[in-house]
């Protein structure tokens, strides 16, 4: 019958089965970050390329270009001060004419703290706008789920911002 039974004084008779336990779970110990296998000195010229690649791709970068702006400050290859300047004064009109809010879900406002951030400029106050208040609807900015989230957390980590300094009124 499938029973698991036991012979109790010559017959046999019904056992209960056996609770099955849980194994105590493995703590996860960190891992030390990879140890890059290629030399820096073989990815330098790389980097470099497809710096020069994306500014001659995006010769005027305006708002809408956080990925490239991001990606060229990071390089450590020289991008001329007036194409950051640029972006930045489009951003700057652009906040203006969205009144600080920009359309879309909130992680336009996450990416463009991420790109302000890589070129040393302060979120708090972009042409009078903080850039970080609408972070502060948490209901909005997870209308696009976790990743809505996540880009919030990389956004007020990129500089080590005070999320109390977004505070609504």
Do not use: C
């Amino acid at each position: 019958t499938g029973e698991v039974v036991a012979m109790v004084g010559g017959r046999e008779e019904p056992t209960e089965p056996e609770t099955p336990v849980e194994p105590e779970p493995t703590p996860v110990e960190p891992t030390k970050p990879a140890t890059p296998t290629v030399p820096p000195s073989a990815v330098t010229p790389i980097v470099e390329q497809t710096t020069k690649y994306l500014v001659n791709k995006i010769p005027t970068a305006t708002f809408g270009s956080e990925w490239v702006i991001l990606s060229t400050a990071r390089s450590n290859v020289e991008v001329p001060q007036s194409y950051y300047n640029n972006y930045l004064a489009s951003v700057a009109e652009t906040l203006k004419a969205s009144n600080g809010v920009l359309e879309g879900p909130r992680t336009e406002h996450s990416r463009l703290i991420l790109a302000l951030s890589a070129i040393g400029v302060d979120a708090t106050n972009v042409g009078g706008y903080n850039v970080f208040a609408p972070l502060h609807d948490f209901e909005k900015v997870t209308l696009q789920g976790i990743n809505g989230a996540i880009f919030a957390l990389l956004a007020f980590d990129a500089q080590n911002y005070n999320p109390a300094v977004a505070q609504l009124n």
